[in-house]
């Protein structure tokens, strides 16, 4: 059986509205393994982003504890790639200058940074609009990107907030195919490879 990557000790969060308390979620226990696909279902409202944002970092819950690969939560959990329900795309930025923004972050060379973005642009079905910029693009196309450059930036776990709820039903199938054989291949990758750390497969939420 997969070990435990992210767990979820009798987890609360209240907010804070005009002066008032606001219970988003409480008493949530959840246990994620290595490797799962986790899905969170539910009426908007319900604290499906909050426990992404708690698990992301960027919350720190009221009551209960988070734990990702063993270690509590307390900063920004850089293992994580979130998607976030809005693209947050550079607007001076055409869609490669935007994809590359994590790879620039690591100082990738520029013929490997040229190589991945190409593939990572006809990964999410947009090859040919490489130097468009976010306002020429259609919603579903800004989310391709949003998703291209998540990825560019190779994170252990994937924290998706709705993310393809802007595509249409048939490029919503195609992704969620692709990242069904993304993760079956950072499998395959981590069991041939002592660099473990560097090779675990994401889930996603």
């Given at each position: 059986m997969s070990e435990s990557l992210i767990r979820f000790r009798g987890v609360g969060k209240t907010f804070q509205v005009d002066g008032k308390p606001v219970e988003a979620v409480r008493g949530i226990d959840l246990e994620v393994r290595r490797g799962e696909f986790i899905t969170l279902v539910g009426p908007s409202g319900c604290g499906k982003s909050t426990?992404?944002?708690?698990?992301?970092?960027l919350l720190k819950p009221t009551a209960?504890?988070?734990?990702?690969?063993?270690r509590e939560v307390a900063a920004v959990n850089r293992n994580t790639g979130y998607m976030t329900q809005n693209d947050h795309l550079?607007?001076?930025?055409?869609?490669?200058?935007?994809?590359?923004?994590?790879?620039e972050i690591r100082g990738l060379a520029k013929t490997a940074m040229q190589d991945k973005v190409q593939s990572l642009l006809q990964l999410v079905g947009l090859t040919g609009f490489e130097k468009s910029y976010p306002a020429q693009l259609s919603g579903g196309?800004?989310?391709?990107v949003a998703l291209a450059r998540l990825l560019a930036y190779d994170p252990e776990t994937l924290l998706l907030d709705e993310p393809f709820a802007a595509l249409d039903a048939?490029?919503?199938?195609?992704?969620?195919?692709?990242l069904l054989q993304l993760s079956r291949d950072r499998k395959s990758t981590r069991l041939n490879s002592s660099h473990v750390s560097e090779s675990r497969m994401p889930s996603s939420a």
């Open positions: 426990l992404l944002n708690m698990t992301a970092g209960g504890t988070v734990h990702y690969d063993g550079l607007p001076w930025r055409n869609v490669v200058g935007n994809i590359q923004v994590p790879l196309m800004r989310k391709r048939q490029l919503r199938l195609n992704m969620q195919i692709e």
